[in-house]
């Protein structure tokens, strides 16, 4: 079966700062990949999405990055972040039709 | 421009009752479309795909239909539980991506 492995559940983080989420997937190759944001109580908006390794599109113009160095590896970062960067974090990877998603992160930034 | 829309005001239902959420969409014909159920601060998970082609489909306790005139899908939930608590979120298939709704969020009580 698939997985994704996305870490860390929570992060605090003073504006300015740099940020690196990871996520890792298990049980298949070769799988688009994405990173959500999900505000409280709103659906799922598409940060980036990702058909391959080096390969990364954003949807959104913001002040994050992604990317891809490996095929079962998805990286979202920031050089600096700002208070609109809060947030739930999802990864998800997709083999064909369902969608699977790691357990999130909460990015507060402070 | 693609829309989703699914009930923003929570659905309170009796234990014991089913449960009918519904998806609208506009501006889209897609192959298939899915249901999802997430829990607070948790990523979503699949439950149920349904393709164009078919009227109805069902999993256990859940029942979707797919209305591909009326751009509608229905999810039910028969026989509802406390435990079913939960917000659902239906997605269409877009190429390389899922669209997703905001999401209905479903109490059942006791």
């Known amino acids: 079966s698939q997985t994704i492995h996305q870490w860390p559940a929570t992060l605090v983080q003073p504006v300015g700062s740099p940020l690196s989420l990871e996520c890792t997937v298990e049980?298949?190759?070769?799988?688009?990949l994405y990173w959500y944001r999900q505000a409280a109580g709103r659906g799922l908006q598409l940060l980036f999405y990702s058909v391959g390794i080096g390969q990364i599109s954003s949807e959104v113009p913001q002040n994050l990055s992604a990317s891809r160095p490996q095929d079962r590896q998805f990286i979202l970062s920031s050089k600096k972040l700002l208070l609109s960067d809060s947030g739930f974090y999802l990864c998800a990877g997709n083999w064909e039709t369902e969608a699977f998603f790691g357990q999130g992160t909460r990015l507060t930034v402070v | 421009s693609q829309k989703i829309e699914q009930n923003s005001e929570a659905l309170n239902i009796q234990e014991g009752k089913t449960a009918t959420l519904t998806c609208n969409y506009t501006?889209?014909?897609?192959?298939?479309l899915q249901w999802y159920r997430q829990d607070p601060g948790r990523g979503p998970v699949f439950l149920l795909l349904?393709?164009?082609n078919e009227k109805e489909k069902r999993k256990e306790r859940l029942k979707v239909t797919f209305d591909t005139t009326l751009k509608q899908s229905l999810f039910h939930i028969t026989a509802s539980q406390p435990a079913d608590s939960a917000t659902y979120l239906c997605?269409?298939?877009?190429?390389?991506?899922?669209?997703w709704g905001a999401g209905t969020k479903l109490i059942i009580k006791p």
């Open positions: 501006n889209y014909s897609p192959a298939y």
């Open positions: 997605a269409l298939d877009s190429n390389y991506q899922l669209i």
């Open positions: 049980g298949t190759s070769n799988p688009n």
């Open positions: 349904i393709r164009e």
